[in-house]
C-alpha cells in the first residue's frame, strides 16, 4: 500500500476540504483573508494563520486578503496597523491590491441592521451590560427574553436612528439580534449587533457613534469580498451558526464558509494579546520588539529569519485538536536555518587575558579564518594574532576535573585558525580570582596543525586584544520560567533570569565596523545579531539563539516526532 497522500508535509485537512471543493467545480478561485484585529501586535500564532492563509492562495488558483476587523476604536490604533503590515511582509507575505478593512463596510453593515429590524428580526435593548449578561442563563439554564424584546419596527427604528446620531450615551442601548433566548449555543440567544461608543476611530473618525460588536460584522465582512473558505480559530467554532444565520437572513453578495483549526500554543509562552500588551504596559519587557517577546516584531529584532519562521508552521501543520508545540521545535528550526546562512566570527563572551611569552612584542601576523565551514563562496577573512590575546574565562580552570580538556596549567591547546598554546601561568588579583593567563606558543603548529603530528583536544575560539572592540552582548533565555504559564497570573510566572547583560564582551573589529543586521554565528558561542541600541563605540549584540541543541538529538533519537 502507498502512503496516504495527507501525510505529506504542507498537506492538511483545510487543504484538502480546498482541493474538494475546487474537484467538484465549486469555485473558479479560492479566496482566504487574513484579518487581524489592530489591537496589538502579531506574535508567532498569528504567524501560523497568515502562513495557512496567504500559503492557500499561493498553492491553489486564488487570493488572499489583508483585512483589519477594525471595529472597537477603544483598543484600535494606527501604530497596530502599520506593524501588522511590516510583519506579514517581513514573513514574506503579500497581499497586492487585497487590503481591506472592516469600517469601510460600515454603511453596508448599517443598511442590513435596519433590515434585520424591519425583518423582526432585530430589536433596539435598553438593560444595561450587567442585565443583559446574567439574562443570558447559563449552559444548562435558558436565558429570559428581555422585556423591551417586543417593540415595533417603528419604535426599533427611531431609537437605532437615534443611537446612530450620537443621542445617547455610551452603553446606554444596544442592538440585539432577535434569535432564541433558550437556544442551546449562547452564541444565538440574542447576541448583541450594536454598541453606543463615542469614540475616535483611527479610519471613521469621529462618523460613528455605534460600532458593530465583531461577530457581526466578521462574516458579512467576508460576505462582501467573496471570502470563499474563512479560515478561524477553534474558538470561534460555536460562533459560526450565528455567523450563518447572518448570511441566510441578508442578501449577502456570497456565501462564506468558515473552518476551524487549532490554534499554535508554545511552552514557555503565551499568545495572547490581553498579555502581551499587559507586559508592555507594565514594563516587564522593553516593547513590543523586546527580543523575549514572542511577536514577529521581537523575534526580527532578535535575529530570527523569517524563513526558520515559515519552516516552523510547516513542520507543526494544521490540526483540528487543540495541543502545545514544545518551544524547541521552534528553536530547531531557528538553528537549522542560521547554521546554514550566518557567516563565523569570533566573539569572547567573558573575556580573560592571555600574554604568549614567547610571542615578540610589538608583532603582529594576519591569518585567514573561515567565513562558513560548509559554503566556500562565503570565502575568508584575516585575523589579527599578537602577543596578547583574550580568551572565553570558562575555557581555563586552574585545577580541572579529569575530563577537562581546554586550557589548564601545563595542558596544550589549539587556537582556532592560528596555533597551539600551552599555559604557563596564572596571575591572580587580591581576591585570589585569576585575572590574566601567561601561555607559550609554538610556532611550528600555525594554521593549527602540528608537524609532529601531535594531538591536542580542544579548539579554542579567542581574539586578539588590540585588535578587538569591546560590546555588550545580551543573551535571552524564555521570558517565562513555567513550562505553562499561567495567563491569568503570569506575572507570578516570569522569569527574573530572563535577560542577561555581558557589558565587557568583545567581537571582532569587522564586525562592530559593520552595520550588517544579519546574524552570525560567533564560533562555540551562538548566533548573534546587532541590536538596535548599540551607540558607535559601543556595539550590542543580541543571541538569537545558542548552539546548544538538545531537541536535534532528540528528534533524532526519535523521542519527538517533527
Ligand atoms: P487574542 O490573542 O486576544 O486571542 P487574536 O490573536 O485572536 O487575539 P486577532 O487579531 O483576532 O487576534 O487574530 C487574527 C487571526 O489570527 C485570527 O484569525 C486568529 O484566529 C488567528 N490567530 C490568533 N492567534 C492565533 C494562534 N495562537 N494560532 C493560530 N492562529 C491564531
Ligand atoms: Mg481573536
Known amino acids: 500500500m502507498t502512503e496516504p497522500v495527507a501525510a505529506e508535509v504542507g498537506r492538511d485537512f483545510i487543504r484538502d476540504i480546498i482541493q474538494a471543493d475546487l474537484d467538484q467545480g ?41 483585512r483589519f476587523d477594525d471595529t472597537n476604536p477603544v483598543k484600535e490604533e494606527q501604530e497596530y496597523i502599520d506593524s501588522i503590515q511590516a510583519d506579514v511582509r517581513w514573513l514574506g507575505f503579500d497581499w497586492g491590491k487585497n487590503l481591506f478593512f472592516a469600517s469601510d463596510y460600515f454603511d453596508r453593515l448599517y443598511e442590513w441592521a435596519e433590515q434585520l429590524i424591519r425583518d423582526g428580526l432585530a430589536y433596539v435593548d435598553d438593560q444595561t451590560q450587567e442585565e443583559i449578561r446574567t439574562s443570558r442563563g447559563t449552559l444548562t439554564e435558558p436565558g429570559k427574553n428581555s422585556p423591551f424584546r417586543d417593540r415595533s419596527v417603528e419604535e426599533n427604528l427611531d431609537l437605532f436612528r437615534r443611537m446612530k446620531a450620537g443621542e445617547f450615551p455610551n452603553g446606554a442601548r444596544v442592538l440585539r439580534a432577535k434569535i432564541d433566548m433558550a437556544a442551546g449555543n449562547i452564541n444565538l440567544r440574542d447576541p ?50 450565528l455567523y450563518d444565520w447572518f448570511i441566510e437572513k441578508l442578501p449577502v453578495p456570497s456565501q462564506p464558509h468558515q473552518y476551524e483549526f ?36 521581537g523575534m526580527r529584532r532578535r535575529g530570527v529569519p523569517p524563513a526558520a519562521l515559515r519552516e516552523f508552521v510547516k513542520r507543526i501543520g494544521v490540526a483540528k485538536a487543540n495541543s502545545v508545540v514544545d518551544v524547541g521545535m521552534l528553536e530547531f528550526c531557528i538553528r537549522e536555518e542560521l547554521n546554514r546562512t550566518s557567516q563565523r566570527r569570533m566573539g569572547v563572551l567573558r573575556p580573560l587575558k592571555v600574554v604568549i611569552e614567547n610571542y615578540p612584542e610589538g608583532q603582529t601576523e594576519e591569518l585567514e579564518a573561515i567565513n562558513h565551514p560548509d559554503d566556500p563562496n ?26 577537562f580538556f581546554r586550557l589548564s596549567p601545563g595542558n596544550e591547546v589549539r587556537l582556532r585558525y592560528a596555533y597551539f598554546v600551552k599555559c604557563t601561568g596564572v596571575i591572580k588579583n ?51 520560567s513555567n513550562p505553562s504559564p499561567d495567563a491569568s497570573n503570569f506575572a507570578a510566572d516570569l522569569n527574573p533570569n530572563s535577560l542577561e547583560i555581558l557589558s565587557d564582551a568583545r567581537i571582532e573589529a569587522s564586525v562592530a565596523e559593520s552595520n550588517s543586521t544579519e546574524p552570525m554565528q560567533f564560533e562555540r558561542q551562538g548566533y548573534f545579531v546587532r541590536d538596535k541600541d548599540s551607540i558607535p563605540g559601543k556595539p550590542v549584540f543580541s543571541r538569537t539563539i545558542g548552539l546548544r541543541d538538545t531537541f536535534a538529538k532528540e528528534v533524532a533519537k526519535g523521542v519527538m516526532h517533527t
Not at 502579531?42 to 497568515?50: E, R, V
Open 378 to 403: 562565503a570565502g575568508t577573512r584575516k585575523i589579527t594574532f599578537g602577543r596578547e590575546l583574550y580568551i572565553e574565562q570558562d575555557d581555563f580552570m586552574e585545577n580541572p576535573p579529569k575530563k
Open 192 to 241: 448583541v449587533l450594536y454598541r453606543i461608543l463615542h469614540a475616535h476611530h483611527p479610519r471613521t473618525g469621529t462618523k460613528w457613534h455605534i460600532y458593530p460588536s465583531y461577530d457581526y460584522a466578521h462574516g458579512q465582512s467576508d460576505a462582501i469580498e467573496g471570502i470563499t473558505h474563512s479560515i478561524c480559530t477553534l474558538e470561534f467554532e460555536d460562533h459560526r451558526p
Open 262 to 297: 487549532a490554534r499554535l500554543n508554545l511552552t514557555y509562552t503565551l499568545l495572547s494579546k490581553r498579555v502581551l500588551t499587559q507586559l508592555v504596559r507594565d514594563g516587564h519587557v522593553a516593547g513590543w520588539d523586546d527580543p523575549r517577546m514572542p511577536t514577529m516584531a
Open 430 to 480: 587580591d581576591k585570589g580570582e585569576v585575572v590574566e593567563l601567561r601561555c607559550t606558543y609554538d610556532p611550528a603548529t600555525k594554521g593549527g596543525n602540528a608537524p609532529d603530528g601531535r594531538k591536542v583536544k580542544a579548539t579554542m575560539h579567542w581574539l586578539p586584544a588590540a585588535a578587538s572592540v569591546p560590546a555588550e552582548i545580551r543573551i535571552y533565555n524564555q521570558l517565562f
Open 26 to 66: 465549486k469555485y473558479r478561485e479560492i479566496v482566504t483573508r487574513f484579518p487581524p484585529e489592530p489591537n496589538g501586535y502579531l506574535h508567532i500564532g498569528h504567524a501560523k494563520a497568515i502562513a495557512l492563509n496567504f500559503g492557500i492562495a499561493q498553492e491553489f488558483p486564488g487570493r488572499c486578503h489583508l
